[in-house]
T-cell receptor, first 113, second 111 residues
Framework: DTEVTQTPKHLVMGMTNKKSLKCEQHMGHRAMYWYKQKAKKPPELMFVYSYEKLSINESVPSRFSPECPNSSLLNLHLHALQPEDSALYLC????????????FGPGTRLTVT | EDQVTQSPEALRLQEGESSSLNCSYTVSGLRGLFWYRQDPGKGPEFLFTLYSAGEEKEKERLKATLTKKESFLHITAPKPEDSATYLCAVRPGAGRRALTFGSGTRLQVQP
């Protein structure tokens, strides 16, 4: 298995809803990432997990809550989001090593109404 | 502060018309420079990693090169299916895993 999968592909949620995004990889990668991407902008890093521990939080609001239950799975729990949080949410993973390339999933297109 | 600047912002080519995309960077201790291709509404697809000045990598019609200050992505005889946004990203040193992305070049190849 050489890919990163993300579910759901599309998500529409109200500002009072609670939902979760899921990301999975079976490539043995030990670093996993969440990015947010707005239209015509580059991906912006949100969180990094290294060996299932949160190593980077780029000052993301607490309404986004990441979780890494095991080395293959990464979740992003969403609660009380704002319309401006609508974006493409990308998950990526990278193998152990020095300058390691990151492999991205197809993303979840999130719309907050 | 790490910075990545890509030019041009958008590029329109005729099929078969070769060109180059530029990625200029300022980073402390470059650990790697990455090129990605992104189609609309999809995740970036990894293309190349370059580690040191003088290095070159090729894949089909694409060739990436690296100097101490910039990288070029050369597209030879492009086809319409090469239309996409091409993103450049750098990983700085000091153990930081996060990538710094440029804003991308939107390439359109017309038949």
């Amino acid at each position: 298995d050489t890919e990163v999968t993300q579910t759901p592909k599309h998500l529409v949620m109200g500002m009072t809803n609670k939902k979760s995004l899921k990301c999975e990889q079976h490539m043995g990668h030990r670093a996993m990432y969440w990015y947010k991407q707005k239209a015509k902008k580059p991906p912006e890093l949100m969180f990094v997990y290294s060996y299932e521990k949160l190593s980077i939080n780029e000052s993301v609001p607490s309404r986004f809550s990441p979780e890494c239950p095991n080395s293959s799975l990464l979740n992003l729990h969403l609660h009380a989001l704002q319309p401006e949080d609508s974006a493409l949410y990308l998950c990526a993973s990278s193998p152990p090593g020095a300058a390691n390339e990151q492999y991205f999933g197809p993303g979840t297109r999130l719309t907050v109404t | 502060e790490d910075q990545v600047t890509q030019s041009p912002e958008a590029l329109r080519l005729q099929e078969g018309e070769s060109s180059s995309l530029n990625c200029s960077y300022t980073v402390s201790g470059l650990r790697g420079l990455f090129w990605y291709r992104q189609d609309p509404g999809k995740g970036p697809e990894f293309l190349f990693t370059l580690y040191s000045a003088g290095e070159e990598k090729e894949k089909e019609r694409l060739k990436a090169t690296l100097t101490k200050k910039e990288s070029f992505l050369h597209i030879t005889a492009p086809k319409p299916e090469d239309s996409a946004t091409y993103l450049c990203a750098v990983r700085p040193g000091a153990g930081r895993r996060a990538l710094t992305f440029g804003s991308g070049t939107r390439l359109q190849v017309q038949p």
